[in-house]
């Protein structure tokens, strides 16, 4: 006796192409990374949040294909590791050779919003800004 299931597989793999979740909603993440990468030209755009240092995007792919960190996201890829592999990666970049930034979260909260400082950057002019 001959079983038929329908569907299966072609055996093909399509390509994919480089989408991101779409929304409407653009998240500070993602406003600083733009600013910085369009005033600056930077490869990735580290961001403190809370004990973890996140990128999103472009830069969250990049930690994907040369760290294999999990993306993750709902509107927009994001990536991460913990504060206290700052060091470890930082290494890690500096023998990439790419321009790159890493934003701290200050302590003291402004009308409730959490300010973030350049606090390294491979490119003159970065360091000290606040967003």
Known sequence: MIKIYQGGSTGLEQQ??????????????????????KDFDFDLVLI????????????????????KLKLHGVNHYTTGFPDGGLRKYKKLLDDLNIDYCVLDQLEKRKENKIERV???????GADGLIF
Do not use: M, W
């Open 118 to 124: 350049v606090s390294f950057s491979t490119i003159d």
């Open 16 to 37: 994919k192409a480089k989408r991101y979740p779409k929304s409407k909603y653009k998240g500070i993440k993602v406003t600083i990374t733009e600013s910085l990468k």
């Open 48 to 67: 403190q949040c809370g004990s973890f240092y996140e990128a999103v995007d472009d830069g969250a792919e990049f930690l994907n294909k040369h760290f």
